[in-house]
T-cell receptor, first 115, second 115 residues
Framework: GAGVSQTPSNKVTEKGKYVELRCDPI?????LYWYRQSLGQGPEFLIY????????DSGLPNDRFFAVRPEGSVSTLKIQRTERGDSAVYLC?????????????FGNGTRLTVT | AQSVSQHNHHVILSEAASLELGCNYSYGGTVNLFWYVQYPGQHLQLLLKYFSGDPLVKGIKGFEAEFIKSKFSFNLRKPSVQWSDTAEYFC?????????????FGTGTRLQVTL
């Protein structure tokens, strides 16, 4: 079946611009996660949704980062006033929420480059 | 707060050599533990997981890991590596309370298998 889909796969933007990154989870997965991975590092947690609501947004680095999931399926990560330090691979994952032993299924990520 | 430490950042082995990658975690409660693998150009994939029961868990492609509670460790092993095992390996922990919650990753170990 279809896995987690992320678009675009690559995004290059200028410093100060606004970007949106999209994630389509696996059908039926109610939990959705955003992670950020910098070169040589492990994935760093940003935010986790259970259904439409953000259950844990403790990983968002500052108020320039925001994520939504209005219908409990597709999610969009929004970054305002981008900075060069935001350059990273942004990963989305989904799981069969409500079960703490449900593994995360990851997408291929969006590589964001801020010039 | 939960955290994961992977001590080996880069490991180079010859084909048929045995592999052990270290993983230690910190969490004040019961945990679920995971190993994920990322092959070059691919997304993160689940290698194996521990939730409860037998502390020795077997995963795909001949990998196994042992949960040693007293040492807060979950080391990954494979008796004989293949060239196709060249990849980055990530250990991850999730607190075993409530519903699905965030997964915390280590910084990863890059494994290079030579012919």
């Amino acid at each position: 079946g279809a896995g987690v889909s992320q678009t675009p796969s690559n995004k290059v933007t200028e410093k100060g611009k606004y970007v949106e990154l999209r994630c389509d989870p696996i059908s039926g997965h109610t939990a959705l996660y955003w992670y950020r991975q910098s070169l040589g590092q492990g994935p760093e947690f940003l935010i986790y949704f259970q259904g439409t609501g953000a259950a844990d947004d403790s990983g968002l680095p500052n108020d320039r980062f925001f994520a939504v999931r209005p219908e409990g399926s597709v999610s969009t990560l929004k970054i305002q006033r981008t900075e060069r330090g935001d350059s990273a691979v942004y990963l989305c994952a989904s799981s069969y929420g409500g079960r703490r032993n449900s593994p995360l299924h990851f997408g291929n990520g969006t590589r964001l480059t801020v010039t | 707060a939960q955290s994961v430490s992977q001590h080996n950042h880069h490991v180079i082995l010859s084909e048929a050599a045995s592999l052990e990658l270290g993983c230690n975690y910190s969490y004040g409660g019961t945990v679920n533990l995971f190993w994920y693998v990322q092959y070059p150009g691919q997304h993160l994939q689940l290698l194996l997981k521990y939730f409860s029961g037998d502390p020795l868990v077997k995963g795909i492609k001949g990998f196994e890991a042992e949960f040693i509670k007293s040492k807060f460790s979950f080391n990954l092993r494979k008796p004989s590596v293949q060239w196709s095992d060249t990849a980055e390996y990530f250990c991850a922990v999730r607190g075993n309370t409530g519903t699905a919650s965030k997964l915390t990753f280590g910084t990863g170990t890059r494994l290079q298998v030579t012919l």
